[in-house]
Nanobody, 115 residues
Framework: QVQLVESGGGLVQPGGSLRLSCAAS????????MGWYRQAPGKGRELVAT???????NYLDSVKGRFTISRDNAKNTVYLQMNSLKPEDTAVYYC?????????WGQGTQVTVSS
């Protein structure tokens, strides 16, 4: 059963915007970290933006000021608003959730930034 459902990826021109969403199944209890990682071709997976316990946010330096993570607790959903997109943002973006017991990954959604 899919526990993290991602959507919102696509192809955009440099300078454009996308909003990703990730809805966590209610079967995942007591999430203490939720957010986004990405993996570009030939590179390792890197943290993009997360919420942690206490609503602290953590951003990759290269996306600060351009990306914003937000959440809707009632929907058990996190969002990533991506503005001023650059070609180097091209990657597969993976939703991530963490509990004390386990960690969960979404299937990934492709973001391509190209003219």
């Amino acid at each position: 059963q899919v526990q993290l459902v991602e959507s919102g990826g696509g192809l955009v021109q440099p300078g454009g915007s996308l909003r990703l969403s990730c809805a966590a199944s209610r079967s995942i209890f007591n999430i203490n970290t939720m957010g986004w990682y990405r993996q570009a071709p030939g590179k390792g997976r890197e943290l993009v933006a997360t919420f942690t316990s206490g609503s602290l946010t953590n951003y990759l330096d290269s996306v600060k000021g351009r990306f914003t993570i937000s959440r809707d607790n009632a929907k058990n959903t996190v969002y990533l608003q991506m503005n001023s997109l650059k070609p180097e943002d091209t990657a597969v973006y993976y939703c991530y959730a963490r509990t004390v017991e386990s960690q969960y990954w979404g299937q990934g959604t492709q973001v391509t930034v190209s003219s």
